[in-house]
């Protein structure tokens, strides 16, 4: 049974934990953080690969490894264009601010 609409207003509320401050971690910096992200790329792009390799070959016994690693790396390659295409669109309305 649905409670009417006076009695909503007594259901708890649950707490939500106020956002962090925006600070830099120390040891951590945005260069090794892309150059990371990268490297996972190309070793899932390595890894599907080479799992497609040893499906045309008939060297794979599950091809839902391929598929899976497949789908895996198209994932991980359209976010990297699209971080990428949103980072040169904000360097571009960077460089039409006026001083």
Known sequence: MIPP???IGALP???VAAP??????????FGGLVSNSLQQLQDLQSTSDNLAVK?????????????????????ATSLTVA????AVDAFTEIMRMQM
């Open 5 to 7: 609409i006076s009695a």
């Open 13 to 15: 509320v649950p707490q």
């Open 20 to 29: 962090a401050a925006a600070t830099a971690t120390p040891g951590v910096d």
């Open 55 to 75: 499906a045309a070959t008939g060297d794979l016994t599950d091809i839902h490894d391929y598929m899976i690693a497949s789908n895996e790396a198209s994932v």
């Open 83 to 86: 971080v990428r295409n949103k």
